[in-house]
């Protein structure tokens, strides 16, 4: 099935992705991370995202599940983008940005937990696609920390 023709400006996500990355917070030790992330459509206007990590060992091997969430992509008019993602971890959060070229820039719209979650009030993302690799970098604003560097890795396209 084809992408729908509005996914043009994002189509170049779409595949599985996996690499490695590094983490750090003030809250939590820095440490090695790896991450999967598959970008899919049905041929409706949107992307279908998700995305698993865990943490790595010195050696590289897999130590134990991190983080997970999953969630749509769509595209606007004008390069504009709207991504919904959801954790299991009672967060849910509503990012709006745009698509220049093969970059894409994204800010939290709306942030909203459960009762149990932990304090999580921002994020901000940035992905580029840089010599056929999806690099990207995530901050946030969580546990009383203002909005600074949590997350970064670099992708390579797999399958």
Known sequence: MDAHPDLEPIAFLLG?????????????????????????????????????????????????????????WRIKPERQLEVCLAHPTGVVEIYVGEVAFHKIELRTDVVARTATAKEYSAGHRLYGLVNGNLLYAYDMAAMGQPLQSHASAELKKVG
């Open 16 to 72: 599985r992705w996996e690499g490695a990355g590094v983490i750090g917070y003030p809250t939590i030790e820095s440490a090695n991370y790896g991450q999967e992330i598959e970008f899919s459509h049905n041929g409706k206007p949107f992307l279908i995202y998700e995305s698993q990590t865990w943490l790595l060992s010195p050696e590289g091997d897999k130590v134990r599940p991190l983080a997970r969430e999953t969630g749509y």
